[in-house]
């Protein structure tokens, strides 16, 4: 009897210790065969191949706020409260939406994870390490570049730009706390990332969805543009069209179609887009405002491809350049291109090198054949003329705004922007004054509780 | 002394007639000479009931004669006397005995209800007879103190002693069958197999199941043969008519003031602009329609009111009770056979259940087969095998409709006046997605892009299949008298396959195939071929587990010991897919290729850029768990009994580091049987009292999380600009998360008094969760503006009280059971996510949110301070003043919110009742809840002018002055404000108490006597009528809701049916 239950305990001891040591391994089954760490390369890949992660996060509010749409007073009203204090330039939010900064720190913490993970990745091959780390860097520019758009002073180029910037955040660890940094720095650290980019993106990539060394090069022409150093843009704006310069030409496009533009089109070099449905570009709702409509020409097909009748003479939206809903083209293009060259040559006193660039694009823009180039008597007519042919080509592009704050530093360009408020019974006003603070959006609210970093004042 | 005194006071004399007289004494004993207290003894006239010690006393007038014993748990019996016998009456139970020896099981080892410290509840078969359904769960709710259903979420979810998560995913109480979590279909279990239902409510009950009690578990055990050694048939038949929702019960606007409506906004120029806009998506009224015709004279003005007249008096609600819906019909089939003797036991069933759903294209059928056979190998070794195979089919329409229908094109629900079926019986069109006049106006010969509701629900169908099986061994050896070794292993498999099949005809494909329809020139070319859409997916489910387990007795007079330990593992892989083909051929079953990466440009780019939808996925789940659990349990004296248990599990869950995966639990128990206390025996009154006392922890299992981020490889949504193979951060590294943790604490007191005429039990319980997996706020700066975190604590309080009564006279018995359960719970720690107003006010109380202090489901609305006296706007209070500022009402801080409470009932229960006499039982239960609140739908104007969504709350709505005294629905007013009609909505105006009786079920059971004209005594019939979600007794809110429900409630269903045993 004893010696019976002895052997018991034997037996259960030895049972019990091998159920131990081998049940560590049977643990170690991952529970999904979907979710991973990001362990390979191919997993980095697919990370930056994530569209509505990488190339939807730019932040909506860009477009918010501009004078190119209106809305009626049902519609506004029927929005959301913090939709109608954005449209209003309330000073005052209801609560500051974190839907946008948090989109592009979102895209942020992939590439940062990206760029972490390279470094532990044991891999030969070594041109695709390239390709990703250029991608990383690249979209971490970027989506800086668009946030201090949305969340930062202008720039001023040539000044100190003490200004409050924003926060530079480098690793993906959540404890970590980041200060906002200086305006000067942030540009600084936005044209490392793009010229880093630069060189390590290859020449030719597979998709439109990810960046080339002249997505990188437009890039880099844009954020000069605004930075208002204008020699650079247009250097980099020439590297960008020695690789490729092909136009699309409105004669071949489908103008009445809802969507005329073709997906990934051959004049567009980089897809990125808005978050679909951000804030108020509801294109059932917009109208264009009759102002801009009535720059195009009859002979300008943009007229037709852009826009449609909504019936009461009121104009709608259908040019979107992604051929998507309700967000705007946030990525880089050929026609911008081209009129950053045409401004930039002219600001540097080469104008007629700087014409024959617009007269270029135009041409492909016009009925066949229709297009006359004006004459100008001074540089300034002809900057005025470039100025607004850019505001005609690149609308819904995320260029408006920034454009609104860049030409507000100069006295002869600057723009009040106004909002009318129809009940039925009366009408009323709102007006937006160059330079104002509200050019400059509310860091959400959350972000300055929890960040602990300093809001902007408004 | 006094036991003899209080036998006298007990004693009932009838009659004590004037001449000779006998004294006829004796003694009713059951099969195991217990002593029968309250049997009624009956010479002619003469009656007499038998004391505690089963003694009785007649004087009767004849020296000879009979004498009838009967009682309401034994089989009446005939006895011959003769004076001056001393007669011993042995009696046999009868079927319908109540008290019998309740045996826990808990999954692990079965408790004599003596010895057990926990909280256990059983429902025996008898009770779980009294309702017909489909599915056994069914049968238990407000059958069980403690075990609540909460039926406002699409699946209705389950709580037992309240909840113990802030997630909903982690909500399920774990369900055992016989020995082993089930992981198949709930609705695989044919509920005549199941013998009875134990619900385990506290930690010594339940923490042998460790880190997947915490919710609670309930263990259902299946029927093994009776005692009779020869073989037993048993059979039945049911049938059960479930009556077709009301869908009036909803509240809509009729069709006569949906016009009115619309007349008013079409004077006010509301479609002006809209009508002008030819938008494709965008759909307008007949009404609108027919009012432009008549300004645009297309149509005269008579003939116009003519039409407006037919609308009114038409509402598409009528067609579809009509046509759609129907009394649904369950047939139920159910036979076994089993056996016993020395060395088998076995039992086998087979099932089938047929049942038209309510809904005209839904059906489905059950198939069950079950086995269980337990070979006695010898002395000492059992073994024992169950099969279970499962066979179920289920057809629906992919393309039902529920109501409202919802019409798309910007609207959310059908105009009311929409005719589905036309004169002729023929499915009529309605406006669908696109405006039907631009449909008209398409020039391109495109496929038919109208929808007829009553055609379309036929032009598609999903048919499901499922196989299921289930197979058990159980090897049992018995080293000695003290020493048992339990080896148990188990295998669960089913297969599920799904067929949706959209025809050339459904709308599903036909707008499918327009959308994807290019027209060049006049000229088509088509992405997606002509033909049906036929979608496939598959579910495969395979589950391992094993179990070795050690049990130890030491069982002398004193002292009993019992210890159970062993390990056991689970493994259960579930792989799922998908396909899907296009221009299928339903005859010839062959299929078209089509082109997934190119972003389509789609007709008149009416759909934007879009890639054909690919429906091709492959997933593959797995979890493993090891566990290694213990159990002790002491009696002495036969009074007193401490228990315990730990377990410690392991699971695999992803990315958590190796240390950190085993996570102990533990509970310890004692319980003390005070009526078995020398000085308690002394109190007759009571027989039976004790007191028990638990506390220990379970636990919940939930979140993935790592030292790493985690990704998922995810498919591309359509309308995305590349196919590749992509993959999103889903979670930030956290590798500090842990398994949430319960801890419970239990004081039960049990009694039975007055010969247990009256017993019952009392329990309260307090239970604590913690580290309850919540999201936490980060800085949005970090990519994430939640992340989870174990931040959260909650608190259930609240007691279980139970009582029953045995209330007998010869063959006529009734038996109440009465119970209340309480259960409160606080939110004690959440560092969540604060809104403002709005997110706590909308949809008030059927989503969880916790919030400090507050229970998880809190009613909130705004203060409301009745409607303007002349204008018919509806007020709050904003910054302690009267305000119509809605704006900023609906973002005022909680504080300023009015609370009222929970919105899960607080309080609940059921009255039981149960009537026998000779042959017949009648039974009803009535079942209650009390302290909640619920939040009722009301008109929105914005909803109605924009979406078509109405309610029937506009017939009440402010007109004129004085009208604010007698509503507090406010005018109609244009244009429409949303948030006027948000916080109307939203205010204290629509918030209502939710306490409600209902008479729950009724049953009518008949069981004739069949000796009488049949030779065999053997044969057993019983006829049974049934009736479920009978009616509302009683409901404190006026507006005709029942807070249980979101949508329309359960209907009512009658089923009859029939059961022979041989």
């Given amino acids: 009897m004893k010696c019976k239950k002895f052997n018991i305990l034997i037996f259960v001891s030895i049972m019990g210790l091998f159920a131990v040591t081998s049940c560590e391994k049977y643990l170690d089954v991952k529970p999904d065969s979907t979710i991973s760490t990001p362990q390979t390369l191919k997993d980095l890949r697919a990370m930056l191949d994530n569209e509505s992660r990488i190339n939807q996060t730019y932040p909506g509010l860009l477009e918010v706020g501009t004078d190119d749409y209106y809305l009626n007073f049902d519609q506004i009203t029927s929005q959301y409260q913090l939709y109608q204090d954005f449209y209003f330039w309330k000073r005052e939010l209801i609560n500051s939406g974190t839907s946008s900064w948090q989109a592009s720190f979102g895209t942020i913490l992939v590439a940062n994870v990206v760029l972490e993970s390279l470094e532990k990745i044991a891999s030969s091959d070594i041109s695709l390490k390239t390709e990703l780390s250029g991608e990383a860097h690249f979209v971490r520019g970027l989506c800086y570049y668009y946030l201090a758009l949305v969340y930062c002073q202008t720039y001023k180029y040539g000044k100190e730009n003490n200004q409050l910037g924003l926060p530079i955040r480098l690793g993906s660890d959540s404890n970590v706390k980041v200060q906002r940094s200086s305006l000067e720095k942030t540009f600084e650290f936005i044209i490392a990332e793009l010229k880093l980019a630069r060189e390590l993106l290859p020449e030719q990539v597979a998709v439109k969805t990810r960046p080339s060394k002249a997505a990188a090069c437009a890039a880099l022409a844009k954020v000069y543009l605004y930075m208002q150093d204008y020699q650079n843009a247009e250097k980099m704006a020439l590297e960008v069209y020695d690789k490729s310069n092909v136009l699309l030409d409105f004669n071949k496009l489908d103008i009445q179609s809802n969507r005329p533009f073709p997906a990934l089109h051959d004049e567009m070099i980089y897809l990125a887009y808005s978050v679909e449905n951000a804030e108020l570009l509801n294109e059932d709702d917009l109208n264009i405002s009759s102002e801009l409509y009535n720059l195009y020409d009859e002979v300008d097909l943009r007229k037709k491809v852009y826009f449609k009748d909504k019936g009461d003479g009121a104009k709608g939206f259908k040019g979107n350049y992604a051929s998507n809903f309700s967000s705007y083209f946030a990525g880089m293009a050929m026609d911008e291109i081209y009129l950053i060259l045409a401004e930039c040559h002219t600001r540097r006193g080469r104008r007629s090198e700087g014409l024959i660039f617009l007269k270029e694009l135009l041409t492909k823009r016009y009925q066949n054949g229709e297009y006359q180039l004006p004459d100008f008597t001074t540089d300034t007519q002809a900057r005025k003329y470039i100025l607004q042919e850019r505001r005609k080509e690149l609308i819904f592009r995320g260029v408006r705004w920034s454009d609104l704050k860049r030409l507000n530093l100069d006295k002869e360009f600057e723009t009040r922007l106004s909002r009318e408020v129809d009940d039925g019974t009366h009408v009323q006003t709102i007006y937006l004054e160059p330079n104002d603070s509200r050019y400059v959006y509310p860091i959400p609210e959350s972000v300055i509780v929890l960040g602990g970093i300093e809001q902007n004042t408004r | 002394m006094k036991k003899h005194i209080f036998l006298f006071l007990l004693s009932f004399w009838v009659s004590i007639a004037a001449k000779a007289q006998f004294k006829i004494t004796g003694k009713i004993l059951d099969a195991k000479h217990q002593a029968i207290g309250d049997a009624i003894v009956r010479a002619g006239t003469v009656a007499a009931s038998t004391d505690r010690n089963g003694k009785f006393e007649l004087v009767l007038p004849n020296k000879h004669g009979h004498i009838a014993v009967s009682h309401i748990n034994y089989r009446p019996k005939n006895v011959l006397y003769t004076f001056p016998d001393s007669l011993i009456v042995t009696l046999e139970r009868n079927e319908l005995a109540l008290e019998e020896v309740v045996v826990y099981s808990d999954g692990y080892q079965s408790l004599p209800k003596e010895r057990a410290t926990g909280s256990f509840e059983m429902i025996a078969n008898k009770v779980l007879n009294q309702r017909s359904s489909l599915n056994i769960i069914d049968k238990l709710e407000s059958t069980v103190p403690g075990l609540q259903f909460d039926r406002r979420k699409s699946a209705t979810v389950m709580n037992v002693r309240g909840l113990g998560s802030f997630s909903d995913a982690l909500l399920k109480p774990l369900i055992i069958l016989d020995n082993f979590p089930y992981e198949g279909e709930l609705s695989n279990i044919n509920p005549n197999d199941i013998e009875s239902v134990t619900v385990l409510k506290d930690a010594a009950a339940s923490s042998i199941w460790g880190a997947r009690a915490g919710n609670g578990v309930i263990v259902l055990k299946s029927k093994r043969n009776a005692e009779r050694s020869k073989g037993k048939w048993d059979a039945g038949v049911s049938f059960m008519v479930t009556k077709k929702a009301d869908l009036d019960y909803l509240q809509l606007m009729s069709s006569a003031d949906f016009i009115a409506v ?42 116009a009111d003519r039409q407006l007249e037919r609308y009114r008096n038409i509402n598409y609600k009528d067609d579809m009770e009509h046509y759609f819906f129907r009394n649904a019909v369950l047939q ?35 198939f069950t087969l079950k086995s269980d056979l337990i070979y006695q190998l010898g002395k000492n070794l059992e073994l024992s095998t169950a099969f279970q195979y499962v066979n179920t089919t289920a057809n629906q329409s992919p393309s039902a409709f529920s109501f409202p229908i919802n019409p798309g094109g910007n609207r959310q629900a059908l105009y009311p006046y929409a005719q589905l079926v036309d004169e002729n019986q023929n499915a009529a069109a309605i406006a669908y997605a696109y405006d039907p006049d631009y449909l008209i106006g398409i020039s391109d010969p495109l496929l038919d892009w109208t929808m007829k509701p009553y055609k379309d629900i036929f032009d598609s169908r999903t048919d499901d299949k499922m196989d299921y099986f289930n197979g058990g061994l159980n090897l049992m050896y018995s080293f000695s008298k003290n020493f048992k070794f339990t080896g148990q292993y188990n295998i669960e498999k089913q297969i599920q396959q799904q067929q949706t099949l959209f025809t050339e005809d459904a709308y599903f494909t036909r707008n499918l195939i327009n959308q994807f329809t290019t027209s060049t020139n006049g000229l088509l070319t088509y992405g997606i071929p002509k033909g049906a859409i036929n979608t496939l997916s598959g579910n495969r489910m395979l589950s391992h587990r094993g179990r070795a387990q050690l049990n130890y007795e030491v069982n002398n007079n004193l002292h009993l010991l019992t210890v159970l330990a062993g390990a056991e593992y689970s493994k259960r892989t579930s792989e799922s897919s998908s396909s899907r083909v296009y221009g299928y051929d339903v005859n010839l079953k062959t299929s078209q290729p089509v082109d997934y990466v190119t972003l389509f440009q789609t007709y008149r780019g009416l759909a934007g850029k879009q890639s054909i939808p690919y429906l091709m ?16 349990g002491y009696t002495f004296f036969n009074k007193y009994t401490v228990s315990a248990s730990a377990r410690r599990d392991a699971s695999n869950l992803f990315g958590v580091k190796t240390n950190d995966r085993w996570n102990p639990l533990w509970s310890v128990g004692t319980a003390w049987y005070l009526s078995k206390e020398k000085w308690m025996q002394q109190i007759p009154e009571i027989n039976h009292l004790k007191l028990r006392w638990t506390i220990g922890h379970s636990g919940n299992i939930g979140g993935i999380t790592g030292s790493e981020p985690i990704i998922t490889y995810t498919k591309a949504p359509s ?76 608190l259930n309080r609240g007691f279980d009280f139970k009582l029953s009564g045995r209330i007998g006279h010869g063959r006529f018995s009734w038996i109440p059971t009465l119970f209340l359960s309480s259960s409160k719970n606080k939110v004690l720690e959440f560092y969540g996510n604060l809104s403002t107003g709005t997110t706590y006010t909308t949809n008030a109380g059927t989503s969880m949110r916790p919030l400090k202090d507050k229970s998880l489901y809190p009613v909130f609305s705004y203060v409301f301070a009745g409607l303007d006296p002349l204008n018919g706007d509806p007020q709050g209070i904003y910054k302690g003043q009267v305000s119509k500022d809605y704006r900023n009402m609906l973002r005022d801080s909680i504080q300023n919110l009015s609370y009222h409470g929970t919105a899960l009932p607080p309080y609940y229960g059921a009255f039981r009742n149960e009537f026998n006499w000779k042959n017949m039982s009648v039974s009803f239960n009535i079942s209650y809840k009390f302290g909640h609140y619920f939040q009722k739908e009301t008109i929105r104007y914005a909803s109605l002018y924009n979406s078509w969504i109405s309610h029937k709350d506009y017939e009440k709505r402010w007109v004129k002055p004085g009208d604010e005294l007698t509503t507090t629905v406010p005018s109609m007013n244009y244009p429409a404000d949303t948030n006027r009609d948000t916080f109307y909505a939203n205010s204290e105006a629509n918030i209502e108490k939710g306490d409600i009786v209902k008479l729950q079920d009724v049953q009518f059971s008949y069981a004739p006597d069949c000796s009488r004209f049949l030779s065999s005594k053997k044969l057993n019939v019983r006829l049974f009528f049934n009736a479920n979600n009978v009616c509302v007794l009683w409901r404190a809110t006026k507006s005709g809701l029942d807070a249980d429900f979101l949508g329309i409630p359960n209907a009512r269903n009658f089923t009859i049916g029939l059961n022979v045993s041989y």
């Fill in chain 2, 719 to 794: 309308g995305a600009q590349t196919t590749l193979p992509r993959a999103l951060i889903s979670a930030l590294p956290n590798p500090s998360l842990k398994w949430e943790d319960i801890r419970m604490i239990n004081y039960g007191l049990d009694f039975g008094l007055f010969n247990n005429k009256i017993s019952g039990s009392i329990e309260y319980f307090n239970k604590l969760s913690s580290d309850l997996l919540a999201t936490d706020l980060i800085d949005p700066t970090s990519g994430f503006s939640s992340m989870t975190k174990n931040v959260g604590k909650l």
């Fill in chain 2, 332 to 366: 139920q089939y159910n036979a076994s056979y089993g056996t016993h003797s020395d060395l088998l036991t076995s039992r086998f069933s087979v099932g089938y259940d047929r049942n038209l759903a309510n809904a005209v294209t839904d059906k489905n059928n059950r």
């Fill in chain 2, 617 to 632: 996925s492959d997933q593959m789940r797995e979890n493993r768990f090891v566990s290694f659990f213990a159990n002790v």
């Fill in chain 2, 262 to 303: 619309e007349q008013q906004l079409y004077e006010k120029g509301f479609y002006k602009s809209a009508l002008s806009n030819s938008s494709a998506s965008y759909l307008f009224s007949p009404v609108v329609k027919l009012l432009r015709d008549i300004d645009v004279g297309k149509i005269s003005k008579p003939e």
